[in-house]
């Protein structure tokens, strides 16, 4: 079973070269929201196994945004990601209930896998 | 009056003159008197004289008369001739020199009786004895001729008996009139001296005394004492020269006061302006200026008010000459409702004052009857161009305030506005700075934020897309998938060169996070250990946060670079109005604002935030860095 992602950014490219990029690397992306309602809201209702949230979404604090699809999915469920270098949010990244941080360019399947603490690559195992 | 005293001198002049001119006049006359009573002394003494010869003419005649008779000798007849002749006219010129009628008679009776001696006797006995007649030498005939002698010799000594009587008396009268000079002489001689005595003594009194009066008072005056007076009892020119000293005292006496006011108010004056030179806080100024102005002008109270946008106007500071008493308000704001000063310098954009504030009505005219002021003068405060506000002095008592009050007030009020003027200039000044360095930070906020959301994200982008065709190529294109590997690392090289540039321009964590997280990521990427200690429960106002980040980030390079310091102490603490801010580090020391252009930008960021910055670099010490930055109002 295919991994079900969700990714929060507020910028239209990225998100439709990360779906084409994930949806070629075997990760369903089963939404896109570019604020934290949408994301909330979305979340809800479609159950991802994985959300991956942009820190800087605008106005809104993707810190913020992460929290609260913490509290609805699950702190491992929920996954930092930014095109800032991670040292450069250090502290926050690091006080933050999600899982982990990926750098955007970064972006890949395995490295996501990898975050998660799931082996293989398109083997869906439960977070153990 | 003019020239009275003249008039009086030439009176008194003449009144002595006359006296004195009196006194040798009767003196005149007195000599007179005793000038003829000599005379008569001397004609008595003549006349005696006169009768003598005369009665030796008679005793010529007869002794002629018988020598001749007896010796028949012609020459015993040459005084008788003589004598006869010379007789009548001897008589005649006696009788016209006597004295009196009766003496008169009495010598025309003589030359009567000689004459009949020489018709009746001598003659014819002369006769007879020439021719020689024997009666002419008879005992009858001498008889005769004697007894008519007797007679003769007896009116002679009649005649001078009266005339030695009138002599005697003219003598007595002579002595007493010479006695009667003298005394005039000497009384007239008292007199004068007396009168001359009063004179010198009207003179001393009426003049030299004044005079000698002026002198002292005149050395009195030039030793500076202009209190003294002298009595203006003289008369005329005296009494104005009195009145004149007087006035002179008076005027020195008041130029001296008034010299005495001048220099304390450009005491005050310059008290002022040196504070307004040295930039000291406005509140300062105006509580100096108010009790200047109240003390200088004789005021009970004095008020500074400023006019409010809202038509009101606000005390902002007042004086009162008795500190025990009730004072005007500080920092109510009064509706311009009614009589006031500050109503009325309002409208006149000049200067007002307000004689009763009895029938007034208005909430500060309630506010003056209550304090007991009677009179009020106020000046306005002008500041470019506009009325600023107004400053008011009081006084409780009846008189007014002098007509020269306000402009003196004036002199005051420019320096007030130009403090003002000074302190809204600074102001303007560093709220101008705040803005530059503000819209600097902003634009580099913006940069760093376009970067992001643009370049960067499409750099990242392409680099996704581009692993998406890496994907896509099969795995027997290895040159295409190592060129596109390639491309891809090189995509992901300029993504984090783009990185770098973004964090020299501006930290994200900053504007993202806040203060605290970003210091914390300084903390964390510094060579040498930093101790972070952060009081600060909230978010600060932008400018702030910026300003505090750089200064840590700075101090920390420094702490680094230059102070070679293994450890830095950063502790930060958010107080209700104000952050403090202190870096502490144990290096080298010896930091020097002139030298390090660092620390000049530190300086200039800081104070761009209305903030202090206190560098303490002793060398061998390490450096210690203290920051204030306010947090509201700027």
Same mark, same amino acid.
């Given at each position: 079973?295919?991994? +079900? ?12 070269? *990360? ?57 491992? /469920?929920?996954?930092?990601?930014? /095109?800032?270098?991670? +040292? ?6 690091? *006080? /933050? ?7 955007? /360019? ?23 | ?634």
């Amino acid at each position: 079973m295919r991994l +079900r992602s969700l990714i929060v950014d507020d910028n239209g490219n990225f998100l439709a070269a *990360a779906r084409n990029l994930l949806e070629r690397e075997g990760i369903e992306v089963v939404g896109g929201a570019a604020t934290g309602a949408e994301a909330l809201a979305l979340a809800q209702e479609l159950r991802p196994d994985v959300a991956l949230v942009d820190i800087d979404l605008g106005d809104e604090s993707g810190f913020d945004v992460a929290q609260r699809l913490v509290e609805t999915l699950g702190a491992e /469920s929920v996954v930092l990601i930014s /095109s800032y270098a991670e +040292r450069d949010f250090a502290d926050l990244i690091a *006080a /933050s209930p999600a899982v982990g941080f990926l750098s955007k /360019s970064d972006l890949s399947a395995r490295n996501i896998y990898e975050v998660l603490g799931l082996t293989g690559a398109e083997g869906s195992t439960d977070p153990g | 009056m003019r020239g009275g005293l003249t008039r009086r001198m030439i009176i008194a002049s003449g009144l002595l003159a006359l006296i004195i001119g009196a006194g040798f006049g009767i003196q005149l006359l007195a000599s007179d008197d005793v000038r003829e009573a000599t005379s008569l002394v001397r004609h008595s003494r003549q006349e005696l004289a006169r009768a003598d010869r005369l009665e030796n003419l008679v005793l010529d005649l007869e002794t002629g008369e018988r020598g001749f008779v007896i010796t028949r000798q012609e020459r015993f007849l040459q005084p008788w001739r003589t004598a006869r002749a010379a007789f009548p006219e001897r008589v005649r010129s006696n009788a016209r020199f006597a004295d009196s009628a009766v003496q008169a008679r009495r010598l025309r009776r003589i030359g009567r009786l000689v004459e009949s001696y020489i018709s009746d006797h001598s003659v014819p006995l002369v006769n007879a004895a020439r021719r020689g007649a024997p009666s002419a030498a008879g005992v009858v005939a001498t008889e005769e001729g004697r007894r008519r002698l007797d007679a003769i010799r007896a009116q002679f000594d009649r005649f001078r008996a009266t005339e030695r009587d009138v002599l005697n008396e003219r003598l007595d009268r002579d002595e007493a009139t010479i006695r009667r000079a003298d005394i005039v002489t000497i009384a007239g001689l008292v007199g004068s001296i007396l009168l001359i005595a009063l004179f010198a003594a009207y003179l001393s009194r009426a003049v030299v005394a004044p005079v000698r009066r002026a002198a002292g008072m005149a050395g009195r005056l030039a030793g500076g004492d202009f209190a003294v007076r002298m009595p203006e009892t003289g008369t005329a020119e005296v009494g104005e020269l009195e009145r004149a000293f007087n006035t002179m005292g008076g005027s020195l006496e008041a130029s001296r006061d008034e010299l005495r006011r001048f220099a304390q108010e450009q005491s005050a004056l310059r008290r002022v302006a040196t504070l307004v030179a040295e930039a000291s806080s406005p509140t300062e100024i105006f509580e100096t200026v108010t009790r200047e102005v109240g003390e200088l002008f004789g005021a009970d109270l004095a008020r500074m008010e400023r006019y409010e946008a809202d038509g009101t106007v606000n005390g902002v500071a007042a004086w009162s000459r008795d500190p025990d008493d009730q004072q005007l308000a500080v920092g109510e704001r009064f509706p311009l409702r009614g009589a006031s000063i500050a109503a009325l310098v309002r409208e006149r954009s000049g200067p007002a004052r307000v004689d009763s504030f009895d029938r007034a009505a208005g909430p500060i005219a309630e506010e003056a009857r209550e304090l007991g002021i009677r009179s009020s003068v106020g000046c306005p405060i002008l500041v470019g161009g506009r009325v600023w506000g107004v400053i008011a002095a009081s006084s409780k008592h009846e008189a007014p305030f002098p007509a020269d009050t306000e402009a003196r007030i004036a002199e005051f009020t420019e320096l007030v506005a130009t403090a003002i003027a000074n302190a809204e200039s600074r102001a303007e000044l560093a709220a101008s700075r705040a803005r530059v360095v503000a819209a600097s930070d902003e634009t580099r906020r913006r940069i760093e934020r376009d970067l992001h959301d643009g370049t960067q994200q499409r750099l990242v982008s392409l680099g996704l897309e581009l692993r998406s065709a890496e994907a896509m190529v099969p795995p027997e294109l290895t040159e295409l998938r190592a060129q596109l590997s390639e491309v891809a690392n090189g995509l992901a090289g300029a993504t984090e060169d783009l990185q770098e540039i973004s964090r020299g321009i501006h930290p994200p964590i900053l504007s993202r996070g806040g203060l605290a997280p970003a210091l914390k990521t300084l903390a964390r990427r510094s060579p040498i250990p930093v101790e972070l200690e952060l009081r600060s429960d909230r978010r600060l106002p932008q400018p702030v946060e910026v300003a505090a980040y750089f200064v840590v980030s700075e101090a920390l390079t420094n702490a680094v670079k230059h102070a070679h310091a293994s450890l830095v102490r950063v502790d930060l603490e958010a107080e209700d109005s104000a952050v403090r801010l202190s870096i502490r580090d144990d290096g080298v020391g010896g930091a020097d604002p002139a030298h390090g252009s660092g620390l000049v930008g530190l300086r200039d960021r800081v104070e761009a935030v209305n903030g202090t910055i206190e560098i303490s670099s002793p060398p061998g010490s390490g450096t210690t860095l203290d920051v204030e930055i306010p947090t509201e109002g700027g």
